[in-house]
Every structure is written in C-alpha cells, then in structure tokens.
C-alpha cells in the first residue's frame, strides 16, 4: 500500500506544472507591448548570441483595432529593431577584437582597426615595420601574424561571419623578381589569410572571396607609398553560407 500511495503526488505534480504554464501564459497575454517584446527577445536571444530580432516568432507591434488590442506583423518596426541589435552586437565584437589581441583600442597607430559597418565588421591587419604582419615581401606570418590570425579565426568561426578577404600594397615596394609583382604578393597574401583562418578553425564555405588589389586602393588621405597601405583586410558579415553542391552519385 505504501508503494499505491505515492502515485497522486507524480499526478499533483504534472497538475502544479500545466496550471503553472497556464497562469504564465495567461499573464503574458495581458502585459503591454514593451513587455510581450522584452519576453520576446529574451527567448529569442537569452545568451546575446548573434541571431536578430527578425530570426523569431514573435515580432509584432500592439494596435488597436475594433475596440480591442491585435498582435500583427510590423516588418518596418522589427526591421529598425534588427538593426539596432546588430549594431550593439557589432560594436561588442569589435571590442572583442582588441581584447583578443591585448591591444589599446585608443592609440593612433594600432597595428589592428576595426571599423563597424552597415552588415558587419571591416578588420584592417596592418603590415607595418615595427609589427610586421608579414615576412618581408613575402606572404608567410610573422609569429604576430599567425597570433592575429588565429584569434581572427576563432572570432569568425564563433559568430559565424561570412568573410571578403583583400589583399593590399603600398606603391613602390621592389620585390626580388620582376616575375613576381605586387599583384602576385597582395593575392598571395589574401590567400595566405585564407588558409590561415580554414586551417586554424573557420570553414572554407564562410570565406566568399579572395582578392589581391596590388597598390590600386590606397587608404583614403595616405600617400600611396605609405606602409600602412601594406595590408589584409578582413570583410566580415552576419549571414548564412551557401548551400554546398551536392555530391555526384558514383555509379558502377
């Protein structure tokens, strides 16, 4: 009878929780929109992981209608608040970019800048003399460089970014062969940026470009022979990847 006895409490208890999640339910639909919002975007989002205010069920705005209060889809509202978020997002991870690296994000001549833009992020990897990115006219890392690269990766691959990579130089550099330009090094060193990241965590198919641009692009109010149009930059976005190819069937 002892062992009969117990079985109501297992039936109380799954009574207690439903009435729990019905009063819940119940009060939620009787707040006002800032609230149901709140609560929205909490369970959206409790861990301020990446993922907009857009990616959930309940983007809504309260109006009144037929003397009544309606929940209906507010695409221009939700879309200000996506943006919003985004850019708190944003400005977090570049922040994040500098502690990763120990660096000053207020120095003038930072060998690392990060900008923050309307999709992403631009991560502008410096390859200057006093801290070198690169070996000289090369594309292999310094020890710095394979350091920066491989908290870029980590950073990448945590937030899944989709990646530009470009490759750029300063006007004037002479390099050890007339074979071999600045054409050849600022796409060699893209591309050294590229396996770097694959190699240390990002997967290939988040990387959508690789492009070298020789001297063509300095930095705006630099003199293009300047070293600090030596550079990686690193495009980031908030986005999904395509869609791999699917295999070929094999056939006998």
């Known amino acids: 009878m002892a062992g009969k006895g117990g079985a109501w409490k297992v039936a109380f208890a799954d009574f207690m929780t439903a009435m729990m999640a019905f ?31 857009k990616s959930g069920l309940l983007n809504f705005e309260s109006t009144k209608a037929q003397g009544g209060d309606t929940l209906k889809d507010d695409k221009a509202g939700s879309t200000s608040s996506a943006h919003t978020i985004d850019l708190q997002f944003l400005n977090s991870v570049a922040k994040d970019v500098y502690r990763l690296l120990n660096l000053d994000e207020a120095l003038a001549d930072k060998p690392i800048e990060v900008q923050v833009t309307s999709d992403g992020l631009r991560i ?23 350091f920066v690269m491989q908290s870029m990766a980590w950073l990448i691959e945590r937030h899944g970014f989709l990646v530009v990579i470009e490759g750029h130089t300063r006007a004037g550099l002479v390099l050890d062969t007339p074979e071999y330009g600045l054409w050849e090094l600022s796409a060699d060193r893209a591309n050294a940026a590229r396996r770097a990241l694959v190699r240390y965590a990002v997967d290939e198919v988040m990387i959508e470009r690789v ?10 109010a630099l003199a293009p022979d300047s070293e600090s149009n030596q550079r990686v930059t690193l495009s980031l976005r908030l986005g999904r990847p395509p869609s791999r190819p699917a295999a070929a069937a094999s056939h006998p």
């Open 23 to 53: 009063f819940l339910v119940m009060w939620l639909s009787a707040q006002d929109k800032e609230i149901l919002i709140a609560t929205s975007k909490y369970f959206q989002n409790p861990f301020h992981s990446p993922h907009t205010a």
């Open 124 to 146: 502008i990897l410096y390859d200057r003399a006093r801290q070198p990115l690169f070996e000289p006219r090369s594309a292999s890392f310094t020890s710095w460089g394979g």
């Open 211 to 220: 492009t070298g641009f020789a001297d063509t692009r300095p930095m705006p």
